[in-house]
């Protein structure tokens, strides 16, 4: 059944390349609790202790607000096909803002994209699989092709704008930091 690991094993790795969804969860140290879903080509392994992803702007930015205040996260993994799988990885995050010079070294892992708000890179301390006997089949059909041509629309003074007005506070009223300082 479950087994829990300190890294990221290349059987996980693979596991992890072939999801089209992951899990975010997050919370501050008061308020509420953050679980978000995220898809799109935004997940990298970089290795068996560190993944990041490009977070896309979004209605609310919970998970920036969160990781000001306590930097813990879980990504979650369901195998929806195949063998039944869910993954867990505990760890770690940091935010990086395209002001930030990390924002730079990360970018080019993914596609381009627009709608890229932040990248946020996790040092993994725990991995955690359990059997995931209770996740049901589902079959993937295709991405979303939504967010470049809202984006795209928006333009950059738009998405700047966008942000401002629904990006910078948290549902509990915590800074985002996307605004910098």
């Excluded at 969804?21 to 997050?26: D, H, L, M, N």
Aim: net charge negative.
């Amino acid at each position: 059944m479950g087994k829990k690991m300190d890294s990221i094993p290349q059987r996980l790795m693979t596991f992890i390349e072939n999801q089209k969804i992951f899990f975010v969860g997050t919370a501050a140290p008061t308020g509420r609790v953050n679980v978000s879903p995220k898809g799109t080509d935004s997940f990298r392994v970089i290795d068996e202790n560190k993944i990041v992803w490009l977070n896309l702007t979004g209605s609310g930015n919970e998970t920036a607000a969160h990781l000001l205040q306590d930097n813990r996260m879980t990504i979650m993994f369901c195998a929806f096909e195949g063998n039944p799988l869910i993954l867990r990885l505990y760890g770690n995050a940091t935010i990086y803002h395209q002001r930030d010079p990390q924002y730079n070294e990360y970018i080019d892992l993914f596609p381009p994209a627009p709608s890229a708000r932040q990248i946020i890179e996790m040092q993994v301390d725990l991995v955690q699989t359990s059997c995931g006997f209770g996740v049901p089949f589902m079959e993937y059909q295709e991405e979303r092709h939504l967010f470049e041509p809202w984006a795209e629309q928006k333009g950059e003074d738009g998405i700047q704008e966008y942000w401002e007005k629904k990006n910078s506070k948290s549902l509990d009223g915590f800074e985002t930091g996307i605004l910098g300082d």
